[in-house]
Nanobody, 113 residues
Framework: QVQLVESGGGLVQPGGSLTLSCAAS??????MGWYRQAPGKQREMVAS???????NYANSVKGRFTISRDNAKNTVDLQMNSLKPEDTAVYYC?????????WGQGTQVTVSS
């Protein structure tokens, strides 16, 4: 049974930093990454990282967010720096295997003074 468990969300002031972590189990995965959904908006891709190859970022987070993964541990992290109020959203981890895409339950990130 595939399971994705996220951690690391919370409340942070503008300009601050947070690191989100996602631990996946039950399979090996090709791509892993993060999406987010702000209130009243569609879910959008934040960052993705394949097993091997280049990472991909939304334009809105380039230069501020860094995605990394540990294939041995099946984890993917999202280091978020210089956070802005518009980064406020529920962040979802995802992982892709040969059968389908799996999603975590989501973790709230709120950027506010």
């Amino acid at each position: 049974q595939v399971q994705l468990v996220e951690s690391g969300g919370g409340l942070v002031q503008p300009g601050g930093s947070l690191t989100l972590s996602c631990a996946a189990s039950g399979s090996s995965f090709s791509a892993m990454g993060w999406y987010r959904q702000a209130p009243g908006k569609q879910r959008e891709m934040v960052a993705s990282i394949p097993n091997f190859g280049r990472t991909n970022y939304a334009n809105s987070v380039k230069g501020r967010f860094t995605i990394s993964r540990d294939n041995a541990k099946n984890t993917v992290d999202l280091q978020m720096n210089s956070l802005k109020p518009e980064d406020t959203a529920v962040y979802y981890c995802y992982a892709v295997n040969v059968f389908q895409t799996y999603w975590g339950q989501g973790t709230q990130v709120t950027v506010s003074s």
